[in-house]
Structure formats: C-alpha cells, structure tokens
C-alpha cells in the first residue's frame, strides 16, 4: 500500500537558520512526489513537485527538494528561512494512473522573528 | 484565472443531520477531487471525478456520503446523517486532467463541526 511519513510535526526556527523537512513515501512503482504548503488562512497550494529527470527540485520561494530514491524520500530544504514561511507543510504521493494524492500528516513550522 | 471555489466557508450542524458542500473547479478542469481533513491530519482523497464519472471513491462511507458532478462541472457533496466523527475541513480541488503529473489546484475548504 502507499503511504506518506513526515516525521516532524512541529519545527520552530529563528529567522535565518536553515529548514529540513523529512518525507518518506513507500511505493514500488514510479513515483510523483509533491511538496504543498498552507500558509495561515489560505488554501493548499503547490510548492514544488518532482516527476523524472534531475532529482533536485527547486520551486517556489527559493524552496528545494531531493528525490533520493534509495531511501525512499524527499525532503524538504530551505538555505534561509523567514516569518513569512510560518506555514503547514504537506509531502504527497501522487498516484501515475489517476493522480490522487496520499498526504502525509503535516509539519508545521513556526518561524521566530 | 479564478480558483477553486467552495462554499460554504463553515457550518455547524448536530449530528443526524444533514449537510451539503459546493465546489465550482477551475474552468476548463476535467477532474475534479474531494478531501476530508481532519485536524492534524493530512487531506484524505473521498472521491474523485473525471467528467461527470466517478474515478475512485473507495475511500467514500457510502453509507452517509454521496458526491456528484453535475454536467461535469460544479461538484456537490452531501453527509447525511453527519456522525461527530465526521468534523473536518473538506476540500475540493481540480486539476486540467487526470494523471500523477498534473498539479491539483485546491479551494478554501469548508470547515464541518459536528456537534
């Protein structure tokens, strides 16, 4: 079955310091994998997403991911973080055939000022 | 280019009752999903269209919930009776086509308490 693992549900960092968010997807098969985000009072919406080709991400905000399929993750970097990016932060699978999303659980981050 | 949009933004209902949630998708998008979120959760897929046909509803308790999209457009999701269990954000998204590639765009949520 696939599912989705974000292992931290609650970061907070000072402005400045750098961002990880580990994801964890288990699929045999090829995979689509998404970032999200959910800025507070807004709707979902896409950060960036990884289909084939170079493994490294780069989307929205100055946000990148790493495909690494050996260890079945995409984890979330940010060189710099901001207030601005107090958020929750979705990974997701996309199912090939019908493009269904499996979530993992969310982290949320708070970014001291 | 408007968004997804969803109304309403929130309702309370009791439980037993009955409630229906809108969603107008994305002109132009031929699929459409909804997603139940519960808090501190990530959105589950309830059911998804292509057109006006269903795609996958697995996830769906039939027993309580029903979906359908009209003309392949606008899209109605009904809970009837509403359990506690049933308190959630629920989230409609589209997307042009179907398929891991395509990006799903979401609307606002409509944010369900069951009382």
């Known amino acids: 079955a696939q599912s989705v693992s974000q292992h931290n549900h609650h970061v907070i960092l000072s402005e400045a310091a750098s961002l990880e968010l580990g994801c964890n997807y288990s699929y045999g098969g090829t995979v689509n994998l998404f970032w999200y985000v959910q800025y507070p009072g807004q709707h979902l919406q896409l950060l960036l997403k990884y289909f084939s080709g170079d493994p490294l991400v780069k989307g929205i905000k100055g946000f990148e991911a790493e495909f690494i399929k050996s260890k079945f993750s995409f984890n979330l970097r940010k060189p710099s973080v901001q207030w601005s990016d107090t958020a929750e932060y979705f990974c997701a699978l996309g199912s090939s055939n019908t493009g269904k999303l499996i979530f993992g659980q969310g982290t949320t981050l708070q970014v001291k000022p | 280019e408007a968004g997804v949009a969803q109304s309403p933004r929130y309702k309370i209902i009791e439980k037993r009752q009955s409630v229906a949630f809108w969603c107008n998708p994305i002109?132009?998008?031929?699929?459409l999903y909804w997603y139940q979120q519960i808090l501190g959760q990530g959105p589950k897929l309830l059911i998804q269209f292509q057109n006006n046909g269903v795609v996958d509803d697995s996830q769906l308790p039939k027993d309580r919930f029903s979906a359908e999209r009209l003309k392949g457009v606008d899209s109605t999701l009904k809970i009837q009776p509403a359990k506690l269990e049933d308190s959630a954000v629920y989230l409609c998204a589209s997307s042009p086509l179907a398929g891991g590639t395509n990006t799903q765009y979401f609307g606002p949520g409509t944010r369900l308490t069951v009382l």
């Open positions: 002109s132009g998008h031929a699929t």
